[in-house]
């Protein structure tokens, strides 16, 4: 875990520990949640290839909508825009690319706390855009990869009521995210992304 996914759990904890206890005991119900999140995108950066192939980490935006079945049970839809990653060999860029990740999680809350805390479990699909590589890069080994990627995501994360139905959320996620690459149309390995995603932000339930 960097520097900065570091930065943002103090932060996080320093804000949960300062929330009053008569707030966080508010009553807040509603079938639907809405949150937005800073999230800081930490690749694992595993490569097959022989090119030691990786992705830049990135502090990103993203929003999700929860509705929940039951007090316990929810399924939350989370949302980002397509978000643009140099691509480097070794070090050294070689071109970029989008990849939209948009993620479906089925999740149990926890209740009977003045906290709320959450896991969850489901699937990821991820769409590449947008590939460009170095023209040299093209000329040497005519590079293509595979624009989509399923895969499965876990969560686990803690709602802290603040009043009013509005919510302070801490939220862990690992993703698998891979593509297969190839080299003038032959397969030369598979790049996984397999991202940890660290946020924080707010949440309003309704």
């Not at 995210?177 to 660290?198: N, R, Y």
């Amino acid at each position: 875990m960097n520097k900065r996914c570091m930065t943002l759990c103090a932060v996080a904890t320093a804000l949960v520990a300062g929330v009053p206890a008569a707030m966080a005991q508010a009553n807040d119900s509603g079938s639907w949640l809405v949150r937005g999140r800073a999230v800081q995108l930490d690749s694992a950066n595993k490569d097959s290839t022989g090119l030691d192939l990786s992705v830049n980490n990135k502090l990103i935006p993203e929003v999700d909508i929860t509705y929940f079945f039951s007090p316990n049970l929810a399924a939350e839809l989370i949302l980002t825009y397509p978000q643009k990653h140099t691509v480097r060999a070794g070090g050294t860029g070689i071109g970029t690319l989008k990849h939209l990740p948009p993620t479906l999680t089925l999740q149990y809350h926890f209740t009977g706390m003045s906290v709320r805390p959450y896991v969850g479990a489901g699937l990821n699909y991820t769409r590449f855009s947008s590939v460009d590589f170095d023209p040299a890069v093209v000329t040497a080994l005519d590079p293509s990869i595979d624009k989509n990627s399923f895969g499965l995501a876990l969560q686990l994360g803690v709602d802290v009521p603040i009043g009013g139905g509005w919510l302070l959320n801490l939220d862990l996620k690992k993703v698998q995210i891979q593509t297969d690459v190839a080299s003038f149309g032959a397969k030369a390995g598979t790049f996984k992304v397999d991202p940890l995603l660290v946020g924080i932000g707010f949440g309003k339930r309704f």
